[in-house]
């Protein structure tokens, strides 16, 4: 027998709860019976079905089971009637500081830098803040899963791949260990620099900088072949931490923006032999050659920010994705890791490209499912397919559009409150202006 529930796509139609702050939100309960989503526009990021017009999704367990045109019978399931409206995997910010940061102006809100410079053994999702008021305002803009790093010092730490909803750290973690983050150190003076007195000081502090990058994971190297030649060797924590990139399991984030970084980065992976992502990328056109020859994925670093150089294009920024799309390099884009108030505008971002060439289908693939597959977590985000985890949401539109909203959401199968402190703050001047008589409705 089937539960059937109706989608409400008006403009008036509540979005559900009271609203409230982050810490009055309560996380997702797990999924306890199978649930159709039906006649919606399934939007599933493969290259195999694309966009299904009046499809169904179907999810159980938190996989999802059937996707596909028209509806499936299914006993016991609630249904949901999604007529109009259409069905998106849930966005992936590829760098951010979600739960790591909430008042820049209040220190003891702000836990992505670890004290010293060359820190390893530091795990994002370990100081990961479940009642952060930033998380949900993410999440109600289609941000199911991010990327955290640690910021601050030549190595903070290790990056993590978190889910947007959960009670604890632990239970938001998706992949707590996604690879080691490098800052990479300046190999050129800046522009308006005179080369005569910068240039030389510049390229000799960045090389000793890599020269001691290169010591940390020749240390680890040598450590690990000690430790198999002697299991009574004691642990160290700093240089166990370099198992999982040494191994190739994950990759090193670099942030490098300009030509000189960018190559010099490129280079140094090969010579140490590790996988490299580079985050920010601002020249990365300039690299296109040596990006693709060594298959080295770049996470854009924003779309809505000025050219660097007075000789660009006001449009280069916009354009840089779709260059690198059309010299075949992987590539994601994604926000600023520092702003985390402005992890809700990835979608955004993407939009604002496509006007300057990139197609549409293309933006909407570079903030899921291509950032999932930089990240190390496409098995299970970033695309809508049997076996992979029901994390998704449900809209009344395009979500590149600011007027379109988002009804539902799903993370691994859980409905998640799409309330937060913007919300409730809505609800709070409506109800004021309701009383003054300013808006219909009365007391």
Same mark, same amino acid.
């Given at each position: ?216 994971? $020749? #240390?680890?190297? &040598?450590?690990?072949?000690?430790? +198999? *030649?002697? =299991?009574?060797?004691?642990?160290? @924590?700093?240089? %166990? ?97 520092? $702003? #985390?108030?402005? &992890?809700?505008?990835?979608?955004? +971002? *993407?939009? =604002?490209?496509?006007?300057?060439? @990139?197609?549409? %289908? ?82």
């Amino acid at each position: 027998m089937k539960t059937r529930t109706i989608l409400g796509l008006c403009a008036g139609v509540a979005l559900g709860g009271s609203a409230a702050a982050q810490d009055l939100v309560h996380s997702g309960a797990p999924q306890t019976a199978p649930i159709l989503i039906e006649n919606a526009t399934i939007h599933t990021v493969t290259d195999d079905r694309g966009t299904i017009a009046d499809g169904h999704l179907l999810f159980e367990g938190g996989l999802i089971t059937s996707v596909g045109p028209g509806s499936v019978e299914t006993r016991g399931a609630i249904v949901i009637d999604a007529r109009g409206a259409h069905v998106y995997p849930g966005f992936v910010l590829a760098t951010s500081r979600l739960g790591l940061t909430e008042v820049s102006a209040v220190d003891m809100t702000l836990d992505y830098n670890e004290a010293g410079s060359v820190t390893p053994e530091v795990m994002a999702s370990v100081a990961i803040n479940p009642d952060s008021t930033l998380i949900p305002v993410a999440r109600r803009n289609g941000v199911l899963t991010a990327l955290v790093m640690p910021q601050g010092g030549r190595m903070p730490g290790r990056a993590s791949v978190i889910r947007l909803d959960g009670w604890t750290n632990e239970s938001m973690a998706l992949l707590p260990d996604a690879g080691l983050v490098i800052s990479w150190p300046s190999v050129e003076f800046g522009d308006g620099a005179d080369p005569s007195h910068v240039a030389a000081k510049d390229r000799s502090s960045g090389q000793e900088s890599i020269a001691e990058l290169d010591a940390w994971f $020749d #240390a680890a190297r &040598a450590y690990f072949a000690a430790r +198999e *030649a002697d =299991a009574t060797l004691g642990t160290d @924590l700093r240089l %166990e931490a370099f198992a999982s990139t040494l191994s190739g399991a994950t990759p090193v984030f670099v942030q490098a923006n300009g030509q000189a970084a960018i190559t010099s980065a490129v280079h140094w992976a090969q010579r140490q032999d590790v996988r490299l992502v580079i985050v920010g990328g601002r020249d990365a056109a300039l690299c296109l050659d040596l990006l693709r020859r060594h298959d080295v994925p770049v996470a854009v670093t924003r779309a809505h920010r000025l050219p660097h150089r007075r000789d660009l294009s006001f449009a280069s920024t916009y354009e840089l994705p779709g260059v690198l799309e059309a010299a075949g390099v992987r590539w994601c884009l994604t926000t600023s890791a520092g $702003d #985390a108030s402005g &992890a809700r505008n990835l979608p955004y +971002e *993407a939009a =604002a490209c496509v006007p300057f060439g @990139l197609d549409p %289908e293309v933006a909407l693939r570079s903030v899921t499912r291509s950032a999932a597959e930089v990240l190390g977590v496409a098995d299970r985000v970033g695309s809508l397919a049997v076996g992979k985890v029901a994390t998704f949401f449900v809209a009344d539109g395009d979500p590149f559009e600011f007027a379109t909203v988002i009804r539902r959401a799903y993370i691994d199968g859980r409905a998640v409150e799409l309330t937060d402190k913007q919300t409730a703050l809505d609800e709070k001047y409506r109800a004021k202006y309701r009383q003054m008589g300013l808006l219909p409705g009365g007391n």
